[in-house]
């Protein structure tokens, strides 16, 4: 038998830094001005509806928008973006300030989408619901821009690592 160390919020920390996990950018649309984030916890939910879960902490400059506009594009970060994520978690630069527009463009619906991301779902927030700090957004994927032939970034023990497509 095996006893487990009784959890804290150190160890729950330690714990999920070893669950390796793709990259997003989810961003919003507030009457022109751009917001957005980098998130990891996004996780594919059903089929029928085309469906994903995003979990976003309610003291991010996005969520009170995402709340409001019930629409969010979520941009699948590609091998060679780990500045875009750095960038989109750093609390040195906030707000529209980081979108480049060089990098960005609207999808119909105004969501922003990067360009060079793998795939970017736009998507329309059906539901939500709170858990301590965090608000769990269920979407409906409406429409998707996909860019399949690159590799992925992943994030795993607090580095970000290029993963190379072997396709
Ligand atoms: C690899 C990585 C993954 C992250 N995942 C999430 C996440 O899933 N949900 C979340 O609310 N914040 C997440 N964050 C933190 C936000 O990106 C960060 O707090 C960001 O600055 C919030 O945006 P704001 O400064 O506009 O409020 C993550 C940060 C990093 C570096």
Redesign the pocket.
């Known amino acids: 038998m095996i006893t487990g160390k009784p959890i804290s919020s150190d160890m729950f920390k330690q714990s999920m830094r070893f669950l390796a996990g793709g ?1 997003c950018i989810l961003a919003t649309n507030n009457d022109g001005d751009w ?8 996780c594919s939910l059903t089929i029928d509806p085309p469906s994903l879960v ?4 309610r ?5 009170g928008i995402m709340c409001r506009t019930k629409r969010v594009s979520i941009n699948v970060l590609s091998y060679d973006q780990t500045d875009i ?2 960038l ?4 040195a630069v ?2 529209p300030q ?1 979108f480049d527009k060089d990098k960005w463009t609207e999808m119909a619906s105004g969501v922003p989408v990067l360009l060079g991301a793998l795939a970017v779902m736009d998507c329309e927030v059906v539901q939500q619901t709170s858990v301590g700090q ?1 608000s769990v957004f269920f979407c409906e994927v409406k429409n998707v821009v996909l860019q399949p032939d690159r590799g992925a970034l992943v ?1 795993f023990n607090q580095k ?1 690592f290029p993963v190379q497509s072997v396709c």
Not at 35 to 42: P, R
Not at 54 to 57: E, F, G, I, R, S
């Open positions: 990259v917001n957005g984030l980098t998130i990891t916890a996004v995003a979990c976003v902490n003291n991010t400059g996005t969520h994520a750095e989109f978690s750093s609390s906030r707000g980081r965090h994030h970000f």
